[in-house]
């Protein structure tokens, strides 16, 4: 994506089981990325959690994950979440997901006006996982990376993780180094329930409470 003045729509994908701080905080990174190195504006952030035909195991129910992800976004002014691909009786691919987003961006902007450019906001790791046999369709990851770009987050550095990337691609992914480093995960956060532990302050307070009052995450194995 070339410098200067434009509108960018974010959009992040996941499992969310629970959404915790830590996906609500990427977006400000990006946020924070986008305005100061790219010189453009982000119009909004959309969160999209997976179905449940997604091929990990032992997830909440769609419906579930869903809400949570409403509950913690309903205050914020920019980022929303659409329940389209948790609804779906198929696996969904991530391409086709933007394409879809970049479609409704367009349908949703009125004439004359700069429609928003969408972006992929995720963690390195799905950067790094380009390099995984059969994980990607290789014309997918062009088009992801090409067509839309890519905001990833790491508390590592970059190297490594531009490994994944084809060198003429490169100038499209943007590597973003959490300045204020946490641990915080899903994983994590499934562990500190199961067992009993405080997880107060690490995921938004009213998807706390839905978690409290359902029981959920009480059985879920260790990490």
């Known amino acids: 994506m070339s410098e200067g003045k434009g509108l960018v ?89 933007l394409k879809r987003q970049q479609s409704i961006a367009q349908e949703a902007t009125p004439e004359g006006q700069p429609t928003p450019r969408v972006m992929l906001v995720c963690g390195a790791d799905l950067v790094k996982s380009f390099e995984k046999p059969g994980l990607w369709l290789p014309e997918h990851i062009i088009s992801i990376i090409r067509d839309f770009g890519i905001l990833a987050i790491t508390r590592q550095g970059n190297g490594s993780f531009l490994d994944a990337v084809p060198a003429n691609l490169r100038e499209h992914v943007h590597i973003i180094e959490e300045w204020c480093p ?42």
């Open 9 to 97: 729509r974010f959009f992040i994908g996941g499992s969310f089981n629970p959404i915790t701080i830590a996906h609500l905080r990427i977006l400000e990174l990006s946020r924070d990325y986008v305005h100061r190195n790219l010189g453009l504006q982000v119009e909004s952030a959309v969160i999209s959690p997976v179905g449940d035909h997604y091929s990990e195991k032992k997830l909440q129910p769609a419906s579930l994950r869903v809400e949570m992800v409403r509950l913690a976004v309903q205050n914020s002014p920019w980022i929303t979440v659409d329940d389209w691909e948790a609804k779906q009786e198929r696996w969904v691919r991530t391409l086709d997901n």
């Open 182 to 223: 946490n641990e915080i995960s899903s994983t994590k956060i499934r562990y500190g329930l199961k067992n009993g532990l405080s997880v107060q302050y690490l995921v938004p307070d009213l998807v706390l409470q839905f978690i409290r009052e359902r029981h959920m995450y009480e059985t879920e194995p260790e990490p």
